[in-house]
Antibody, heavy 118, light 113 residues
Framework: EVQLVESGGGLVQPGGSLRLSCAAS????????MHWVRQGPGKGLVWVSR????????TYADSVRGRFTISRDNAENTLYLQMNSLRAEDTAVYYC???????????WGQGILVTVSS | DIVMTQSPDSLAVSLGERATINCKSS????????????LAWYQQKPGQPPKLLIY???TRESGVPDRFSGSGSGTDFTLTVSSLQADDVAVYYC?????????FGQGTKLEIK
């Protein structure tokens, strides 16, 4: 059974940092592109970042480029999102999602809440 | 960036009736190299993550009931629920994966009349 389990969320002050993790199981993690997608409170879905199966290629939304870093450890089957210089507008539920190729998202984790507030 | 616009924002349909949700992209998401539309539909129920329903605009994901269908090409797409069931109450999103940043429509809330 495919499972994606996010962790590392919580309350952080503006300007602070947080690292999210997504533990994958039930599939060959190193074969898949992986993505982060976020959803603000009561809002829609916003794609944040993606990383190629071997980690060689990363892409970011303009709103997080230069502040967030996506990475992966294929030996540990884990996806990461390092979030620095956090702003109130980064408050959201963050989902990790498996990519079919570099395309649509065929499986999603349950999500983890990040709250940026003083 | 490709802007995805869904209509309507909300929709109330009687059980057993047809529900139609539209999605329009600001530029074509049809690839000339493989003649595929880079468009997906997702269903999100309250408190749950999104679930993939349709990809390549009209291919149903495994396990998705056949009352869900997708159609359209280029810039105009439709998700149809042929006979609404109570379990279909959710917010539905279209998404383009033609180019980054991948973008979603604003969502359509589907309810029972």
């Amino acid at each position: 059974e495919v499972q994606l389990v996010e962790s590392g969320g919580g309350l952080v002050q503006p300007g602070g940092s947080l690292r999210l993790s997504c533990a994958a199981s039930g599939f060959s993690f190193s074969d898949y592109w992986m993505h982060w997608v976020r959803q603000g409170p009561g809002k829609g879905l916003v794609w944040v970042s993606r990383i190629k199966s071997d980690g060689s290629t990363t892409t970011y939304a303009d709103s997080v480029r230069g502040r967030f870093t996506i990475s992966r450890d294929n030996a540990e089957n884990t996806l990461y999102l390092q979030m620095n210089s956090l702003r109130a507008e980064d408050t959201a539920v963050y989902y990790c999602a498996r990519g079919f190729g570099s395309h649509y998202f065929d499986f999603w984790g349950q999500g983890i809440l990040v709250t940026v507030s003083s | 960036d490709i802007v995805m616009t869904q209509s309507p924002d909300s929709l109330a349909v009687s059980l057993g009736e047809r529900a139609t949700i539209n999605c329009k992209s600001s530029q074509s998401v049809l690839s000339s190299s493989n003649n595929k539309n880079y468009l997906a539909w997702y269903q999100q129920k309250p408190g749950q993550p999104p679930k993939l329903l349709i990809y390549w605009a009209s291919t149903r994901e495994s396990g998705v009931p056949d009352r869900f269908s997708g159609s359209g090409s280029g810039t105009d797409f439709t998700l149809t629920v042929s006979s609404l069931q109570a379990d279909d109450v959710a917010v539905y999103y279209c998404q383009q994966y033609y180019s980054t940043p991948f973008t979603f429509g604003q969502g359509t809330k589907l309810e029972i009349k």
